[in-house]
């Protein structure tokens, strides 16, 4: 696994480097310390994963998170930062961030990025302890208020529920290519990414 580590803290990045090349299996590929400079590396080395702090002077973690999957939607991009907050960790969320790390954490950093390198979400326990609160806030639009047919309001809903194409088609009795197609839709539609941001979407709206 290469890992692209992006701290506007020197020493933190390389401790994090030392820590990460001690674990089997973990190969750092590049430091970097800006989000320009994370854009310019990661179009330069291809990580499997890019490590990311999001305060940094100039462009932030989550404008360049955005840029780099603006051009590779297929990123990995888990952030480390020592500020949990609800922006922070909402905008995350909601541009396809693939975990949230708190730096106090340390110990979780390398089980998080093997995690994340196998297809997982990973976030850290004080954000997730955060976000039923997050979730649970105020929201001015509604469910009903979407551009979206009763089919797919209610593929949304069998989506956050946690089935699959294949549960959902037989739920609905359509074919698992209709279920796709029907996905599809609904997540150009609402501009999101995936099966992870609709649920986050649509539990707050409900």
Do not use: W
């Not at 100039?58 to 998170?65: K, R, V």
């Not at 840029?67 to 609800?86: G, H, M, Q, V």
């Not at 922070?88 to 975990?99: D, E, N, P, S, T």
């Not at 954000?127 to 979730?135: A, E, G, N, T």
């Amino acid at each position: 696994m290469r890992v692209l580590i992006v701290d506007d803290d020197r020493l933190v990045g390389i401790s994090l480097k030392t820590i990460l090349e001690a674990a089997d299996g973990i190969s750092v590929c590049a430091l970097g310390r800006s989000g320009q400079e994370a854009i310019s590396l990661y179009q330069e080395h291809h990580p499997d994963i890019l490590l990311m702090d999001i305060r940094m002077e100039g462009m932030n973690g989550l404008d360049a998170a955005t840029e780099i999957l603006s051009f590779d939607p297929n990123a990995k991009i888990l952030f480390l930062t020592t500020f949990s907050d609800d922006e922070y960790i909402v905008r995350a969320l909601r541009l396809g961030a693939k975990g949230y790390l708190l730096k106090q954490d340390f110990e979780s950093i390398t089980p998080a990025l093997h995690a994340v390198f196998g297809g997982q979400n990973v976030f850290g326990s004080e954000v997730v302890r955060k976000i039923p609160d997050i979730l649970a806030a105020p929201n001015k639009s509604t469910l009903s208020d979407l551009p979206l047919a009763d089919k797919e309001l209610e593929i949304m809903r069998l989506v956050a529920d946690g089935l699959n194409n294949k549960e959902i088609a037989s739920a609905l009795f359509l074919s698992e290519g209709t279920v796709r197609n029907y996905l599809s839709a609904i997540l150009e539609k609402l501009d999101l990414r995936d099966r992870t941001q609709l649920a986050i979407f649509y539990y707050k709206h409900r």
